[in-house]
């Protein structure tokens, strides 16, 4: 994953919503101090275009480099000795061949470094005027340090020896000078490119550990999810049908509002059941999935329980707000949860379940009274019992930065409250 990013020239990121766009981090918020618009943002604005047009950048630049290097060779005068060769066509086409394999820079960075110093080796060694002609070797040198595909080192080894060959070939009075700033160049080049290449590498690991956390958290999000499905299906599924077979003599059309109450009961948890797994198995524009459950089938959910034999009521105070979509799935979820309990363990009971609404935040509270008097809590429902349902109720809120409280109260029964903020964390 890091050698492709390399390998295109790509930024690690730059496929994420928002990454590449000005102004923009990597999930499309705007940063501040980043506004590149106007003539201080054209830097900025061009090393973007750049890096989402890597391969026409290098046939750009390679293009440039290739004008530089044939006219340097007649306009840049290098202080020394005069040189024996003037510039022919033969020095032209030699200087084009050290620039061309540039064009392969990002793909072969390695046979890149290779050809384009052993032309030089051999335009060096005629005594034809340096002008500029060295500078695309040095680019292949931070290429090879920035885009090579592994840790070998054998062309950046024989790039040295072709420098130091120059003590032989060349024809100057005194190449060592010549070799020293070759090798000084060549060190700064290399350094350079293979920071580059270290950070680009550390980039993707950051994004791929990134991307693995967030299946870590998707799957935990569905095993919660999975949780509280199957914990308030079987709840009701179970304490029906225990009801019904307590009673000796129970009508017939009493059982068979008992078995249409589970018969719908586990349908509707089949079909949620196979929304979340349909997420884990479908690709991203395979499935249109049904939409998540939301605060206006609260009321809903609530006459669920009721036909189920708990006794439930919905108050609701304030003015409703526009909430997230994951708040009002918390939200649900949480009372889902709750009543789920409620059945479970103080049925035959009274529950309430109260929403207020705020411009910042939704209050969401359910109390029960209880087991009737002189049955005991069933288990499960002892003070300072939690369980995974509490503990999931407890995982929604703080997640979208809310507060959560549980525990019995002092008149009897329990409580269940939590404040979910509409507007990021409280």
Known sequence: MAQEQLETGGVPGSGRPGAGQPGLDARGVHVAGTDLRGPAGWPARGLDWTRQHPDLTDRILTALLAIVSVLSIWLVQWPGPAHSRSPDAGAVLLALAVVAPLLARRRRADLVLVASGTVLLVYDALD???????????WAVYSYGCHRRGDSQWPLAVWIAEILAHLVVARQNDPSQT?????????FAWIRGDAVRSGLIRAAREKEARAVQAATDERSRIARELHDVVAHALGVIVVQAGGAGSIPALAEADAKK??????????????EMRRLVGVLRADDNEVALAPQPAI??????????????LEAALET???????PPGVELAAYRIVQEALTNCLKHAAPT??????????????????????????????????????????????RALL?????????????????ATRLPLNGPL
Request: aromatic share 8%; glycine share 16%; proline share 8%.
């Open 128 to 138: 034809y005027p340096s002008g500029l002609v060295f500078a695309a070797t040095f």
């Open 400 to 416: 979208f930065g809310g507060d959560f409280d549980a525990g019995p109260r002092q008149s009897g029964g329990y409580r269940v």
């Open 350 to 395: 009274t529950a309430r379940v109260r929403l207020g609404w705020s411009a910042q935040a939704l209050t969401v509270e359910i109390e029960d009274e209880g087991p009737p008097e002189g049955s005991s809590p069933r288990a499960g429902r002892s003070p300072g019992s939690g369980g995974n349902g509490v503990v999931g109720m407890r995982e």
């Open 179 to 187: 070799v020293l700033i070759y090798l000084a160049a060549t060190a």
């Open 317 to 323: 105070s304030g003015e409703p707000q526009p909430a």
């Open 258 to 271: 008992v078995l249409a109450n589970i018969e719908r009961t586990g349908r509707q948890a089949f079909a």
């Open 296 to 309: 206006a089938e609260i009321p809903a959910l609530i006459a669920g329980f009721t036909s189920s034999g």
